[in-house]
Each structure stands twice: as structure tokens, then as C-alpha cells.
Nanobody, 126 residues
């Protein structure tokens, strides 16, 4: 198992930037694909970014492509989400997620993620 703790959310004006962090527990972080999801009020959870355990593969949803950047630091057991050019419609609770580990394929598939953080609120004012 792995525990995930997000931080960095908050209130920002449209056009601004935020950087989310997700710290993972344990010694298996470097073998895990990591992802970011978000859920806005009244909407389903959306898979917005995934990064391979090696950092060598990255996937973005069309809704954030060109504005958001996912990265990871395996030495710090941390995954990041840099969010630029934020829009009102980016307002949501953002969740970090991890797969089961073991150097698996499929960082670009939402279904592989099975461990979740508690979420951090991002609010973009228009």
C-alpha cells in the first residue's frame, strides 16, 4: 500500500498558476505510475495527467494539454502538477493517484490507478 498526501491547492485568479505536490509514503514510489485526477461539483472524476514510473512517458487530457505539466522526483517520493493559464473551469478538487507498482505499463490509462490522496481544492476566480 501507499499513502498519498496532496498540497498546494488554493484560490487563484484566472490566468494565474499553481503548483500541486503529492508526497508518497514507502519505498516503492519509483516503481509506480502516478496520476492526477480532478472532480468538479456535479461532475465525474476526470483523469487529467499520468506519468510513467520512469518519468519517460507522460499523458495529458485534452482539457489541460499545453497548460499543465506533470513531473516527478523519485528521490523525494513526490509527484507534481504545474498548472498555468488557469481557467474558471479548472476549479475542482484535485487528487493524486498511484497504481499498484511493480514497473507496470499503462500510465495513460485511468483504470490502473487504485490508491488515492485526500484531495486538495483548487478554486479559480473569473
Amino acid at each position: 500500500q501507499v499513502q498519498l498526501v496532496e498540497s498546494g491547492g488554493g484560490l487563484v485568479q484566472a490566468g494565474g498558476s499553481l503548483r500541486l505536490s503529492c508526497a508518497a509514503s514507502g519505498r516503492t514510489f519509483s516503481s509506480r505510475n502516478m496520476g492526477w485526477f480532478r472532480q468538479a461539483p456535479g461532475k465525474e472524476r476526470e483523469f487529467i495527467a499520468g506519468i510513467a514510473w520512469s518519468g519517460g512517458g507522460i499523458h495529458y487530457a485534452d482539457s489541460v494539454k499545453g497548460r499543465f505539466a506533470i513531473s516527478r522526483d523519485n528521490a523525494k517520493n513526490t509527484v507534481y502538477l504545474q498548472m498555468n493559464s488557469l481557467k474558471y473551469e479548472d476549479t475542482a478538487v484535485y487528487y493524486c493517484a498511484a497504481d499498484a507498482g511493480g514497473y507496470r505499463e499503462g500510465y495513460y490509462r485511468s483504470s490502473i490507478y487504485e490508491y488515492w490522496g485526500q484531495g486538495t481544492q483548487v478554486t479559480v476566480s473569473s
